[in-house]
Nanobody, 124 residues
Framework: QQQLMESGGGSVQAGGSLTLSCVAS????????RAWFRQAAGKEREGVAS???????TYADSVKGRFTISKHSAKNTLTLQMNSLKTEDTAMYYC??????????????????WGQGTQVTVSS
């Protein structure tokens, strides 16, 4: 089993920045794909970005050029740097992990481990 814990959410004005972090604990060996998802009120959960063990990164079109995903393997930490935030970025953000390889923009069914989420609110 693997546990994931997000932090760093909050409220920010449009154009601002936030950095989300996700710390993994438990059985983290052979975890190959890590990702960020988000779910806005009344909408389905959507993949934001993924990074695999070789460092290959994929972003959703909606965040390309604004968000940066990175990982610190020794600390079992996944980070999402979010710049130029827009009101439409408002959502609960979740980190996720799985033992399989990443496969493009992350899809919820492909991930076994999930954090509890951290809220990001962007105001105009």
């Amino acid at each position: 089993q693997q546990q994931l814990m997000e932090s760093g959410g909050g409220s920010v004005q449009a154009g601002g920045s936030l950095t989300l972090s996700c710390v993994a604990s438990g059985y983290t060996y052979s975890t190959y794909c890590r990702a960020w998802f988000r779910q806005a009120a009344g909408k389905e959960r959507e993949g934001v970005a993924s990074i695999d063990g070789d460092g290959k990164i994929t972003y959703a079109d909606s965040v390309k050029g604004r968000f940066t995903i990175s990982k610190h393997s020794a600390k079992n930490t996944l980070t999402l740097q979010m710049n130029s935030l827009k009101t439409e970025d408002t959502a609960m953000y979740y980190c996720a992990a799985d033992h399989r390889y990443c496969n493009g923009v992350p899809q919820s069914p492909d991930f076994r481990y999930w954090g509890q989420g951290t809220q990001v609110t962007v105001s105009s």
